[in-house]
């Protein structure tokens, strides 16, 4: 019996979907605009941004508006999940180069984070979090892959993770220190092989948390007992992200163990120091919250001007730190909840009080 019209058949097909699969992978053209330069007299001044995946009229416009105020800096999370999100042998990197081309066009520097695991690297009962060891080679493929993409368009800073001293932000289990200085070093060698001029950065840390024994049941543990275990692990990172929260305190509130606010980054660097590793630190979250009714905010009044203050003691007083990048910028939609009210714009792209303050603040030396 002759097969080769059947064989001929599945192939033409096969090559028709093949076609139909590149033809959706194919990215739609951007439309960039023209190159624009941040207007700034302090360039430290940077802001928590949540673009990819949304429309690229809304990636432009929110865009223009960070440098109108005149941030120099953003962090954005660029998922895992959403670039390779069947497989690991395939790419889609549509979203993450509509926000950074657009990004650069308004003559922002990026720092990029890495996280959310997609379905086929976890188990199917877990969250997006969730990053097994038997993973970690293929999450280190992914961030090699984008430092070998944006590294040399200058997207050199990565950051690995987001608050892993976290239960949630671990994959729903106890947070593990250990562990996490392990996915480092994966991690570090891969990227180093492909652009050695990036910046591994550690993850900011949730602040604050119980110190002590981690109980396998525990939502959070300490910062800088976490910071500790990665110390003393030799856990590979060129520089460190720091979530510097002020709570219901003003900017110069100073730092103690026990205290959640602006200066806890204080404490941070200190250890760092003490461990030999005094490399630059980031802050990619932080600031204040004005929520009428949420017992850790602030008046809107006060929420101004601690924000501005702690732009400014970050400036003067922290020649380690590279970028303050509060959050967070907008989000796409209204949550009826405190966070609404750490933004700077609303999600239709209206800005707040303190968005034309420190736009103000940003051009007054």
Not at 61 to 66: F, G
Not at 137 to 162: D, S
Not at 216 to 230: A, F, G, H, I, K
Not at 350 to 359: E, L, N, R, V
Request: hydrophobic share 45%.
């Amino acid at each position: 019996m002759r097969r080769w019209p059947l064989v001929g058949g599945l192939l033409l097909l096969g090559w028709l979907a093949f076609g139909q699969l590149a033809a959706q992978r194919t990215p739609t053209p951007l439309h960039l605009p023209p190159q624009q330069q941040v207007q700034t007299l302090h360039p430290t001044v940077g802001v928590h941004t949540r673009l990819t995946g949304l429309d690229e009229a809304t990636i432009e416009r929110t865009l223009i508006q960070v440098r109108e105020m005149g941030a120099t800096t953003i962090i954005d999370l660029f998922p895992w999940a959403m670039v390779q999100p069947r497989s690991p042998h395939a790419f889609d990197w549509a979203g993450t180069d509509a926000v950074i081309e657009h990004a650069q066009r308004q003559g922002l520097q990026v720092i990029a984070r890495l996280d959310f695991v997609p379905a086929w690297a976890r188990p199917k009962s877990t969250n997006d979090r969730y990053l097994d060891p038997d993973f970690y080679a293929a999450y280190a493929r992914y961030v090699a892959a984008f430092a070998a993409r944006y590294v040399p368009k200058g997207v050199r800073v990565l950051q690995i993770w987001n608050e892993p001293n976290l239960r949630f932000e671990w994959g729903d289990r106890a947070p593990d220190p250990q562990a996490y200085a392990e996915l480092l070093k994966v991690v570090y060698p891969a990227v180093k092989a492909v652009a050695p001029e990036a910046l591994v950065t550690a993850a900011g840390l949730s602040p604050g948390g119980p110190s002590g024994p981690i109980d396998p049941s525990t939502l959070s543990v300490n910062d800088l007992q976490y910071l500790d275990v990665l110390l003393a692990a030799a856990a590979p990172f060129d520089a460190v992200a720091v979530h510097a929260y002020g709570g219901r305190a003003p900017a110069d509130q100073g730092p103690a163990p026990e205290l959640v606010n602006f200066r806890r980054t204080e404490l941070i660097h200190q250890r760092l120091v003490a461990a030999g590793r005094d490399v630059p630190i980031y802050i990619t979250e932080g600031g204040w919250n004005d929520h009428p009714r949420w017992v850790g905010a602030v008046t809107p009044p006060e929420r101004v001007r601690y924000t501005l203050e702690g732009y400014a003691w970050a400036e003067d007083n922290w020649p380690w730190l590279a970028a303050t990048c509060l959050w967070q910028f907008a989000t796409p939609w209204q949550s009826y909840n405190y966070i609404d009210n750490y933004t700077f714009v609303a999600p239709d792209g209206t800005p707040k009080a303190i968005y034309y303050a420190i736009q103000q603040w940003t051009q007054t030396k």
